[in-house]
């Protein structure tokens, strides 16, 4: 039987923990910020279909969850070894890369989603400014 009481103190220790994140961590609010770029362009843009709604939306997921778990191995690669070591600094190095490339193929991604929708209008626009 699920528990509805149960189920609800795990949400809220959920919602504590990206609250924590999105405190301390900047890249995190940096990327909340875009999250929302994308989803405001998402409900802008009548003429996106469902599957490159769900693409973006994926797309935003991975980059915040794998900085959620960028910031959970980082704190306990400090608590295992709290001096900075050669090996702490590779695994964060290689996390903060693994962040990287997924934000950099997000981009990519909305770039070729969203532009076929953008390009018409700010072609339109670009000949009422020019002429």
């Known amino acids: 039987m699920i528990s509805l009481k149960r189920f609800w103190k795990s949400f809220i220790h959920a919602v504590r923990g990206i609250v924590r994140i999105a405190e301390e961590e ?18 802008v843009m009548p003429t996106l279909q469902i599957w490159e709604r ?9 980059v915040l969850v794998l900085e959620i778990v960028n910031s959970i191995l980082e704190r306990l690669a400090d608590a295992v070894e ?30 070729l989603i969203f532009w076929p929708h953008m390009a018409p209008t700010l072609i339109r626009l670009w000949n009422i400014v020019v002429l």
């Open 82 to 111: 709290p001096r900075v070591s050669p090996m702490v600094k590779e695994i964060k190095d290689m996390m903060a890369g693994a962040v990287l490339l997924t934000a950099i193929a997000s981009v990519f991604v909305g770039y």
């Open 54 to 62: 769900v693409t973006l939306t994926l797309m935003v997921g991975a």
């Open 26 to 43: 900047q890249s995190f609010r940096l990327q909340m910020l875009a999250a929302a770029m994308v989803f405001g362009l998402m409900i």
